[in-house]
């Protein structure tokens, strides 16, 4: 079925290295979110991606939407022990347009 | 204020119960949902009400019946609970809906980690 991956699953990184998550859909996305959930949290919204090509930036985050708009991707640089979470994209897939969830990537930031 | 509140925030019963879990939200938005997130971290939508109109309803077993008294309020009954429940369920809101995708951000609640033994 339709599915929204990510890469890496989980990625451990000594603080201020950066760090990438990649997210791929199976299908072309009108939009894509992104969102970061906290050990113990709830996912908080970080930023949509409408654009095919789109580069936004919050301060060390850089998200970006590919061409084909099938794929994005979330760069932290030098990252620090708050970015330590679970970050997720998402978007709509299949009948009613619903929210499909990527796999996640768990990041751990070593101090 | 919460936005999206949930309540219990831990449930913990046995195999054959009933249990409901409420959300409420004081945001004004239109549109509410259910997700489960299992062990892996895993995040599935359930159910999508737009205006107490139910949009979405997954391959959710039906013992599962969600309730929308008004739009602030989304509440789930779960009858017969299994070991395979056990899981978190967010309750999340958006502002308005085009065929079930909602517009712009979702704002989620803490969530109720439920445990079935």
């Known amino acids: 079925g339709q599915q929204v991956m990510q890469i890496p699953q989980y990625q451990h990184v000594q603080e201020g290295e950066d760090f990438t998550t990649y997210c791929n859909s199976s299908t072309t996305l009108s939009n894509i979110q992104w969102y970061k959930q906290r050990p113990g949290g709830h996912p908080v919204f970080l930023i949509q991606l409408v654009k095919s090509g789109e580069v936004k930036k919050q301060k060390r985050l850089t998200f970006q939407f590919g061409e084909a708009k099938k794929n994005s991707s979330l760069h932290i640089t030098a990252t620090q022990t708050t970015d330590v979470g679970t970050y997720f994209c998402?978007?709509?897939?299949?009948?009613?347009?619903?929210?499909?969830f990527g796999t996640g990537t768990k990041l751990q930031v070593i101090p | 204020d919460t936005a999206v509140s949930q309540t219990p925030k831990y449930l913990v019963t046995q195999m054959g119960n009933d249990k409901s879990i409420k959300c409420e939200q004081n945001?004004?938005?239109?549109?509410m949902y259910w997700y489960k997130q299992d062990s892996k971290k895993f995040l599935k939508i359930m159910f999508s009400y737009n205006n107490k109109e139910l949009i979405i309803n997954e391959t959710v077993p039906n013992r599962f019946s969600p309730k929308s008294p008004d739009k602030a309020h989304l509440n789930l009954h779960i009858n017969s609970l299994e070991l395979g429940d056990s899981a978190v369920y967010f309750c999340?809101?958006?502002?308005?809906?085009?065929?079930?995708?909602?517009?712009?951000?979702?704002?989620f609640g803490p969530g109720t980690r439920l445990t079935v033994t």
């Open positions: 998402a978007g709509p897939l299949g009948g009613y347009q619903k929210v499909t």
């Open positions: 999340a809101s958006s502002q308005g809906s085009a065929g079930g995708q909602p517009k712009g951000e979702q704002y």
């Open positions: 945001l004004g938005h239109d549109t």
